[in-house]
């Protein structure tokens, strides 16, 4: 089946720096994936939309150069946290649509970022 | 527009009992619905799904679900829980378009004891 990798799986960095999630699928190519943030015993919140080869959807409220999204080939799709702050520690998790199926998502293990 | 309620932030059953989780929707359009899982510190894993045809549909590990469009249900069960199954559940509904977005229920905690 679908698989989608997500690196890392848990990151610590301090407050002001940039961190880095990617989100690769492994064996389907994926025009379009989807970036969620998941607080503690709560629902996942999509926080934008990432296709290849153009600019990412944000959903309201989410502050497209506080996170920055890349997908820049049918297979790999970035979130950049910048200048992340205490209260951006979060689970951020991605999906990825397959090509075909009905809106049938696979997702990532999720990354766990903690900033200090 | 589309909306998703989950009936209960926890369920707690024993091991060997009836699982049901209840999952309402709202939808302006004819749904897909799904039920997700969440192990701890995981992503989601697709349970089942439901797009059109019969509206029984069956998923893996003994889950199954029926979409009830006059009561615009889509309720999962199982009939003998198991101590894995313990894990969050996420219900979600989503448009039949291709780029038709997901919206997730606030999720059900399943807590199973021996």
């Known amino acids: 089946g679908a698989v989608v990798s997500q690196h890392p799986s848990r990151v610590i960095c301090k407050s002001g720096t940039s961190v880095k999630i990617e989100c690769r699928s492994l064996d389907f190519q994926a025009t379009t994936m989807f970036w969620y943030r998941q607080f503690p015993k709560q629902s996942l919140m999509l926080m934008a939309t990432s296709n290849e080869g153009s600019k990412a959807t944000y959903e309201q409220g989410v502050e497209k150069d506080k996170f920055l999204i890349n997908h820049a080939s049918l297979t790999l799709s970035t979130l950049t946290v910048t200048s992340a702050h205490p209260e951006d520690s979060s689970f951020y998790i991605c999906s990825a649509r397959e090509a075909a199926g009905a809106n049938v998502l696979t997702f990532g293990a999720g990354s766990r970022l903690t900033v200090l | 527009a589309q909306s998703v309620t989950q009936l209960g932030s926890h369920v707690s059953v024993s091991e060997g009992a009836l699982v049901l989780l209840r999952c309402n929707y709202s939808s302006s359009v004819p749904p897909y619905l799904f039920w997700y899982v969440q192990y701890p510190n995981q992503g989601l894993q697709l349970l089942l799904k439901?797009?059109?045809?019969?509206?029984l549909v069956k998923g893996i590990n003994g889950f199954e679900a029926e979409f009830k469009k006059s009561e615009t249900s889509f309720h999962l069960t199982k009939p003998s829980a198991h101590m894995s199954d313990a894990a969050e559940y996420f219900c979600?509904?989503?448009?039949?378009?291709?780029?038709?977005?997901?919206?997730f229920g606030k999720g059900t905690m399943l807590l199973v004891s021996p």
């Open positions: 979600a509904v989503s448009g039949r378009t291709g780029y038709s977005t997901l919206t």
């Open positions: 439901y797009t059109t045809g019969a509206t």
